[in-house]
Every structure is written in C-alpha cells, then in structure tokens.
C-alpha cells in the first residue's frame, strides 16, 4: 500500500492515473479547461468526477507543458493554474491528487491544498526540490528525462538506453534516500518520450522488467505519444487504439500505475489483462 496524505493505494493490481492539464498548450489536451483565456475549476472538476467515475485512482495535474519544445512557465502562473483544482477536487472527490510539476513552492501549496503524490518530470533535480518534497511528506515520482521539454528530442543519444535509465533512476533514489525521503515513498518513471528517439521508447518499453527489477512500482505514460504518431502516421486524436495496446503490454512487463488521458478505455483494457492474469494464478 503507498500512502498519499490520508489515502491509500493499492498497487497489488496496475491502477489508472487521469490526467488533467491546465495549461493552454498541452500536446493532447491544452485549454481544454479554458472559457476564452480563463480556466474553469467548475469544468476541471467536472472532468475529474469524470474520471473517477471511469476508474482513475489518482488524478495528474499539471500546469506546465513538458511536451518536445514546450517553453518554461513562471512559477507563480504554474501556481495559479494547480492549485485552484487541486483545492476544488480535494473538497469535492475521494480520490488521490498528483500534482506534476518540479516548482519547489508548488509541492510545498499543493501538499497544503490535498494533494497526495508529487510527481516531478525532473526527478527533483531542480534547486531545493529535494528539500521541498522531502518536508512535505508525500511520496514522489521520479522521472528520467534527458535534456529539458525545449531541448530534449534534439538528436537523443544512448549507448544503452534501459542500462543507463536505470543508473539514472537508481542515483536519484539515493539522493532522495540522503535527503530524508525513504524507498517506501518513491515510484519511478521512465520517461518515455522525453529525450528519447522511437526505438529508444520501443528498448525502454521492452526492458521494462529491468526498471521493475529495482524494487519501486513503476510508471508509464504512454498515451498518445508521438511514438504512435511516428510509427503509425497518426495524429493525437487517432491514437487511442495503440496506446492501449501500449498499456497492455506495459502492465504485462510490470507496470504498476498507467498514466493516461483517456481512462474509460484504459481501465477497461487493463481490467482485462487483470482478469485473465488472475485466471492463470487459481
């Protein structure tokens, strides 16, 4: 069980992460959430009642775009965007809160507001975000990235991309460890998409028993990434039928939580696999 400030998890069986953009410019779901240039808690928690309805455990906001090119956000507007919704959702709905981001005041507000996982794309590499999510208590997602979302899918290079994934997840668990925050709060993601060519993402999805080797649940998000768009020539709203298949085959590989935007259809996958897994353990 991973505990999220009150709330528990349950990670014997994979579980769905919805995620919830507030920002205008989010490669699958950008100003979705937006009435003319404001956004709209009413419409962001209608969209996470949604959710929840359709089987998400956890809810991922986020209020900086980490798409390939996406330009820094001012900490103050991340914070104007997340923590309305996370107040509203955490008031309104059971269900834990993830906030992404890697803004130090952010997790330090967020924790304060009802969130209960923080999720950061920079696996708190930045300045003073050990320190800010160490003293908040919660557990944090680590994620690898190369590079930043500006620069990060310029000519990515590996030598072996699962191998040195793993050091690098594997480093930032030990300076969490240092910094207070224990394995027992620690989930790892290893970034796909995120400095990574397709056959790096394709290495990563099958290495993934090697990540969940080290001991941590896993994260995946796979959904609607450009790998899709550029393997199959499909753009964002044509690929829901690969990233289930993508969600199958990462829960097959040990996944324990599958981020996604369309979580009706994600759950209903996974359920399957779920089913039949337990059909082959009586």
């Not at 924790?111 to 944090?140: F, I, S």
């Not at 790892?188 to 990540?211: T, Y």
Request: proline share 5%; with cysteine; aromatic share 2%.
């Amino acid at each position: 069980m991973l505990s999220c400030a009150g709330r528990s998890l349950d990670l014997t069986h994979p579980i769905i992460m919805g995620v919830i953009n507030t920002t205008p410019d989010s490669f699958a779901d950008g100003g979705t959430l937006y009435r003319g240039s404001q956004l709209d808690v009413e419409l962001g928690l209608v969209r996470a009642s949604d959710m929840v309805m359709q089987g998400a455990a956890i809810l991922d906001i986020g209020g900086e775009s980490t798409r390939p090119g996406a330009a820094p956000v001012a900490p103050a507007e991340e914070m104007d965007r997340v923590l309305p919704l996370v107040e509203r959702i955490a008031a309104e709905l059971e269900v834990v809160i993830s906030v992404d981001t890697s803004a130090p005041a952010l997790m330090t507000e967020a924790a304060r507001a009802g969130a209960g996982l923080l999720n950061d794309v920079r696996a708190l590499a930045g300045e003073g975000a050990l320190e800010a999510a160490a003293a908040t208590g919660l557990p944090v997602c680590l994620m690898h990235m190369r590079g930043d979302p500006g620069t990060m899918q310029t000519a990515p290079d590996y030598t072996d991309v699962v191998c040195e994934v793993s050091e690098f997840l594997q480093r930032r668990i030990s300076a969490c460890e240092t910094h207070g925050i224990s394995r027992e709060r620690l989930l790892l993601d290893p970034g796909f998409g995120f400095g990574k060519s397709v056959e790096h993402n394709l290495l990563l999805l099958q290495g993934l028993p090697s990540l969940v080797a080290l001991g941590l649940p896993v994260l995946v998000g796979l959904s609607r990434k450009s790998l899709i768009g550029k393997m199959l020539g499909r753009d964002v709203a044509q690929r829901l039928p690969a990233s289930l298949g993508l969600a199958v085959l990462a829960v097959e590989r040990g996944a324990a939580i599958i981020r996604t935007h369309d979580v009706a259809a994600t759950a209903d996958a996974v359920a399957m696999w779920v089913a039949l897994n337990e059909l082959g353990d009586k």
